[in-house]
């Protein structure tokens, strides 16, 4: 009994190999996913962009797959502070779209936003490659009023230094004179009395 449910079960068996093998085999092409994500040449670590001004991104195209070649891109501005792998992408306002990949390079318009020195761009085709930092300055945002012309300048002083650093008394009215003149505050008697005790 048991030797012919073996036997049936080789046949089974025998019977799905031979109807496999008769079967022409049937392979799709298999896809081969590739990712480009072309190395941003500009703007480089350090570069400066003031805000306004009008600006070169570049990226390498020498690698491009030729499925690729007709590829419109997007390069989007953010920020990385610190160690921090957030971009900080402003994605609603993009600096570049549709451009061709193949061109290797798009100008973009520098947005008016706060001088930082972690800015980078990021350049999306099929997948985004990110710039280096670099700084954008605006001297809008950052910097301070100036003075009117024609103040008198001034330098603030290091605590606990003066601004003289010798002077020659030749007597106790010159050094009363010179001391008052300096600092109100001091009294010019003790101030004679130590100088002429050293």
Do not use: C
């Not at 073996?6 to 085999?25: G, N």
């Not at 570069?47 to 997007?74: C, F, H, M, R």
């Not at 950052?142 to 001034?154: A, D, E, T, V, Y």
């Not at 003149?181 to 009395?193: D, E, I, L, R």
Request: hydrophobic content about 40%.
């Amino acid at each position: 009994m048991l030797a012919s449910k073996l036997a049936a079960a080789f046949a089974v068996v025998a019977a799905a190999v031979s109807a496999v093998s008769a079967a022409p085999a049937v392979f799709s092409d298999p896809k081969t996913e590739i990712v480009f994500r072309p190395h941003i040449t500009s703007p480089q670590a350090g570069a400066i962009w003031p805000a306004g001004s009008t600006q070169t991104v570049t990226w390498d195209t020498s690698d491009i797959p030729e499925d690729y070649k007709n590829q419109t891109g997007l390069i989007l501005l953010g920020y990385i502070q610190g160690q921090d792998t957030d971009e900080h992408l402003d994605v609603a306002h993009p600096l570049a779209v549709n451009f061709p990949i193949s061109a290797g390079s798009t100008q973009v318009n520098v947005p008016d936003v706060e001088t930082r020195h972690d800015y980078v761009v990021v350049l999306f085709g099929d997948s985004g490659n990110t710039s280096p930092k670099f700084t954008i300055t605006n001297s809008a945002v950052s910097s301070l009023p100036s003075l009117p012309s024609g103040l008198p300048s001034f330098s603030p002083l290091p605590s606990g230094s003066s601004p003289i650093s010798t002077v020659s008394i030749t007597s106790v009215s010159s050094a009363t004179q010179i001391v008052s003149s300096v600092s109100p505050s001091v009294s010019p008697a003790a101030t004679v009395a130590a100088a002429a005790s050293a």
